[in-house]
């Protein structure tokens, strides 16, 4: 997680064709009896709705913008504010006043604040997964998340169904503790520019939490200057190609394809519009080189890293003419 501020983000949008979610013609066909929210000439092209907030612990959480107020500063615009997901896991839930439609390219874009410049890199990838509102009642509670799946999805240092457990030490010294699913444990270290309470106090379990998800490899670097360089596509947060590509003419975000979407086993799942986002941290490391070794004194400069958003857009709004 960046210790800095930094400007951020904006963008969002779709129309659509009713029965062609029930036409077994359809390329999107998929059983699955669904009616999409089809955009009109009102509807926005931003976030209009968070459903939840979850962060993991980490050194921004209960206090600027790793809080529940701070999830409104990114409802009904976008690069203006944002939204830190702490450690590994820690997600967020939002949706728009429409259904997103699956069009030919990017359909998603996600603002972030990675660091691109060479030799600087700072990049703290989320993973996209979306959901469709199948029952209808306007709630991302209908069954599996369909992940987006990025670069580094099939490669051999990505861990699926990885799980780990944060245990609050419930006081404002001690790093907070962790144990995953694959027999390693390790610390959130706290650092000496945020001295707040790094475990969210508004979590129903004050005792422990548990994410799972998929885990990114770790790219951080030591270097003149400690790096966590970019994956090379599908992430949030991620000083990626597609980011720096706008940084010139636009506000800048990540771009996301409904055609990644695939299943808990990896296979491919055609969706002609989606409903629910989530958006999780998926590295879990300190912005700490020399681990395990806590006595450098560069060890506890960065803290954890931790995707932060600054608010959504449909881009088949957002690029209308």
Known sequence: MKFYQKSILGLSAVLLCLNSCTSPSDPYYDEVPYTPRLATNTSGKYISKIYEY?????????????TMEATKQIV???????VSLGGYGGYIIFGFDHSIENISGADLGVYGNPLYGENMEWSEPGIVMVMRDLNGNGLPDDGEWFELAGSEYGKSETIKNYSITYYNPKNLKDDIHWKDNQGKEGDVLRNMFNKNNYYPEWAKNQDQLTFTGTLLKSTLMDGDIITNKPLQWGYVDNGSEDFKLLTETTDPYNSFDIDWAVDKNGSKVNLKYIDFVKIYTAQNSNGNPFEPDRENYRARWLGEVSTEIGGAVDLKLHLKK
Do not use: D, K, V
């Open 54 to 66: 979850s962060p993991a612990p980490g050194q921004f959480i209960n206090t600027g913008f790793g």
């Open 76 to 82: 009904g615009q976008a690069y203006n504010s944002l």
